[in-house]
């Protein structure tokens, strides 16, 4: 049948060439049905592979309008949990540096009462330093003030004794070592008794 109708116009055609005189009507109407026959046939036999391409087509736009829609709720979705984030993020670096610097505080009262103690430290050395460097210049003091006298002393009795003077000074000391002497003797004596 589809190739009747495909060979149809051919016939149409055919006939009105034979005739020998043609009609402006009948070319036209030949030529009416001519495209009459010639879309319906292709109408006919495209019909379904048209349909099923239009509604696979169509299927498809539906499933990607489906999946452009899932995807902007995702989008949303995942837009929305950025922003929740973002303002969690933000409470949590407030709270962060609120913390830091009452560490930074804590810290700064720790080096403080550090360094205070350091320096009452220091102050007691310091102190105790001077005190024995005072000491020390005192005796150094003494020491040189001693030996002053002495050279002074040793002088004034070289300018001041004679000969004469000398043994007579050696004859007291001789005098006073022997009675020491006997003193010693008789308290070896005694305790020699005793034990």
Not at 3 to 12: A, M, Q, R, S, Y
């Amino acid at each position: 049948m589809l190739f009747i109708l495909l060979l149809l116009p051919f016939f149409i055609f055919m006939s009105s060439v034979e005739e020998g005189h043609s009609s402006g009507f009948i070319d036209f109407l030949g030529k009416a049905v001519n495209f009459i026959i010639l879309f319906g046939g292709l109408t006919y036999i495209l019909f379904k592979p048209i349909r099923n391409f239009l509604e696979k087509r169509s299927k498809d736009i539906e499933n990607s309008l489906k999946d452009a829609e899932e995807s902007k709720e995702e989008t949303e979705q995942k837009v929305k949990e950025v922003k929740d984030r973002l303002s969690s993020l933000e409470n949590e670096t407030t709270k962060i540096m609120k913390e830091s610097e009452l560490e930074g505080h804590k810290e700064k009262e720790k080096i403080i009462q550090l360094a205070q103690k350091e320096a009452e430290k220091i102050k007691y050395f310091a102190k105790q330093e001077i005190e024995m460097l005072i000491q020390a210049g005192i005796q150094d003091l003494k020491e040189y003030t001693a030996e002053l006298a002495s050279a002074i002393a040793e002088e004034r009795i070289r300018k001041r004794m004679s000969p004469e003077g000398q043994s007579i000074l050696i004859n007291k000391a001789i005098k006073k070592l022997d009675k020491l002497y006997e003193r010693s003797n008789s308290d070896k004596e005694i305790h020699s008794r005793v034990s």
